[in-house]
């Protein structure tokens, strides 16, 4: 017997053209960063850093091929990250392939044009957004973290039920679960912040007017570290949030990322 369904109004406008163009901004922004990343594939701690000092971490190639070192640890990594074969056959060493990249081909300041100019659209996206998000109390009503819900029981009952392939409260499917509030919270309030902050932190003229940047991160090599890892979460959770979107149901989830309105199980067939 097929299950019965309702719809419901789960995604306000604000929200919905955040997403839509965050989605745009971060992948152009992970690209064209991957791209900066290839001038020097490698990453130190404190306020200097270059070919000769000792990288926490390393994309490279060798003689063995391509591969990723963290710290004294390498992982061969070769065809895809280090060495990997261009466009026209030949075999090139870059920390990131093509693909990968914005521009395709090695062009440092292109890229850094492409970097700035959605650095922007992120930084003032975000910000219009939070105004909003007060105005509409959309951080109130579906972000706020209560006591129950941060309870190790209850946080692994959300997780089994995520195994489970089972994504929305009985009692309020229009509610977002704990998990959801806090890769949301983390996203919006410490990723994006963090990868904006230390990004200005790596401009010599930021530096110039906002000195205490440099003494907040340590100084302008930890910061790109730091920004470096903020993004590489910013990319897990992208993946993550694919992958749930494909077993949840994709046209659903899109239609509601489109519309604000989600196809949810009906209130009768609720235990």
Sequence with gaps: MARRTELIYRHKLATRIWHWLNALTIVVLLMSGAMIFNAHPRLYWGQYGANFDRPWLQISADARGGYLKVGDRR???????????????????????????????????????????????LGFGLLGFMLVSLFNRHFRKDLTLRRAEIAPAHVWHDVVEHL????????????????????????????????????????????????????????????????????????????????????????????GMVTGWLRVPAKEERP
């Design 164 to 255: 489970k392939l089972r994504f929305h409260n009985a009692e309020d499917p229009g509610a977002f679960n704990i998990l959801q509030k806090l890769s949301y919270i983390g996203v919006i309030f410490v990723l994006i912040p963090l990868v904006i902050f230390t990004g200005l932190t790596m401009s010599p003229g930021m530096d110039a007017a906002w000195g205490w940047l440099l003494d907040l991160f340590g100084g302008r090599q930890s910061a790109r570290s730091i920004h470096f890892i903020a993004a590489a979460l910013l990319l897990l959770f992208i993946v993550v949030h694919l992958v749930l979107v494909l077993l949840s149901g994709p046209i659903n989830g899109v239609r």
């Design 75 to 121: 992982f061969e990594t070769d065809g895809v990250l280090g060495r990997f074969k261009a466009k026209d056959g030949s075999l090139r060493n870059n920390a990131f392939p093509y693909w990968a990249t914005i521009p395709s081909n090695y062009d440092l300041a292109h890229a850094r044009r492409w970097h700035l100019a959605f650095a922007l659209l």
